[in-house]
């Protein structure tokens, strides 16, 4: 049986959880990115 992802959540948008979100988005995916800080969260999104 496959299942047919659609949304990715990624908790933390340190390095790794940035990357798996570019990745993610640039496969088509709606992405839900979460960080504890707010400074983290607005680098990940700068940074993709």
Do not use: F, K, P
């Not at 990357?19 to 800080?37: K, N, P």
Request: avoid cysteine.
């Amino acid at each position: 049986m496959m299942i047919n992802v659609q949304t990715v959540a990624v908790i933390g948008s340190g390095t790794m959880g940035a990357g798996i979100a570019e990745v993610a988005a640039s496969h088509g995916h709606q992405v839900l990115l979460y960080d504890i800080s707010a400074e983290a969260l607005t680098r990940a999104i700068d940074g993709i």
